[in-house]
């Protein structure tokens, strides 16, 4: 079992930056592939970031070179440093743990994952 617990989002302007948290609790904390998504209003979970125990990250394009995801395994703690932020960023935000041996592709589709934080907001204004 392991808990997800989210914080660091908020309202910020285009082009500002923002740093998402996520609190895991659980004894095998560092087998998890662990990953972001995001859900804006009428939209499906989108994937945002993902990253192995090893260290190997992923990424979609659209935030490639802006997103980048952190992991500490002591500390159980996941970081989501965005920045450039756009409007289209505006959603909320879940930080999720998943098997460790999904593939390149299965980390970033939401139902392989089986833990799932609350979810922090981010909005982005023009």
């Known amino acids: 079992q392991v808990q997800l617990a989210e914080s660091g989002g908020g309202m910020v302007q285009a082009g500002a930056s923002l740093r998402l948290s996520c609190a895991a609790s659980?004894?095998?904390?560092?087998?998890?592939?662990m990953g972001w998504f995001r859900q804006a209003p009428g939209k499906e979970r989108e994937f945002v970031a993902a990253?192995?125990?090893?260290?190997?990250?992923y990424y979609p394009d659209s935030v490639k070179g802006r997103f980048t995801i952190f992991r500490d395994n002591a500390k159980k703690t996941i970081d989501l440093q965005m920045n450039s932020l756009k409007p289209e960023d505006t959603a909320v935000y879940y930080c999720a743990a998943g098997p460790g041996r999904l593939s390149v592709v299965q980390v970033t589709i939401s139902t392989k994952y089986d833990y799932w934080g609350q979810g922090t907001q981010v909005t982005v204004s023009s």
């Open positions: 990253v192995r125990a090893g260290g190997s990250t």
């Open positions: 659980g004894r095998t904390f560092s087998s998890y592939v």
